[in-house]
């Protein structure tokens, strides 16, 4: 399950990153590498910080021909601004969701503590939306005083080590993780739920 978890995370990050990419009309290559980013950044970090080897990425080498053949058939789909616009946040607030549960796992895996692995959970799954933000040439959703993101991706992790801790089954804990934080996170775009701002802040 956690395999399928994974791959799910990559298509709906790559799909964010893809749109993104679209959004600032770059080229395929530009594309390919936004997408890229946003769907390997995180989870590149967070193997360096566990010291995995080999990346996630190298090691499932699919991963990164399934991204590339999906910015090479994004450039024959015909979308406007309004429909990338619209519909962008679903599948950040899914990858989100998807590759913080993820990270928290395979940190676990690794022995840290619970609180180290939820951190892990976080780096998964926003590091890579805030390097693209970058490339983009855009401020990281991560440090503006934007609705919930890494706040959500948190509070996902300490529901999926409850839920496993309580009810001891590793399959209700991780979908139970993911979807406190995609519904936690879609909830705070819709109703502009933000952390209070203050000098130096984030999210």
Request: hydrophobic content about 55%; aromatic content about 10%; some cysteine.
């Amino acid at each position: 399950m956690l395999q399928l978890i994974e791959l799910s995370a990559v298509v709906a990050s790559g799909t964010f990153g893809i749109m993104l990419a679209r959004k600032n009309r770059l080229d395929f290559i530009g594309v390919f590498t936004v997408a890229f980013i946003t769907a390997f950044a995180g989870g590149t970090l967070r193997d360096l910080f566990l010291d995995r080897h080999p990346l996630f990425w190298i090691e499932y080498e699919h991963y990164p021909v399934l991204i590339f053949a999906m910015a090479l058939g994004s450039q024959v789909i015909k979308a406007g601004d309004a429909v990338i616009e619209k519909w962008l946040q679903l599948p950040d607030a899914l990858g989100l969701g998807f590759f913080a549960i993820v990270g928290a796992n395979h940190a676990v895996d690794a022995g840290t503590s619970l609180f180290i692995a939820a951190l892990m959970g976080v780096v998964t799954g926003t590091a890579g939306g805030a390097i693209s933000d970058v490339v983009c040439n855009e401020v990281p959703r991560l440090f503006e005083a934007t609705p919930l993101y890494a706040t959500c991706a948190f509070l996902g992790c300490w529901i999926y080590f409850g839920v496993k801790e309580v009810s001891g089954s590793e399959e209700l804990s991780l979908t139970a993780g993911i979807v406190v934080i995609v519904v936690s996170r879609l909830m705070a775009i819709r109703w502009n739920v933000c952390l209070p701002e203050h000098p130096g802040g984030s999210q």
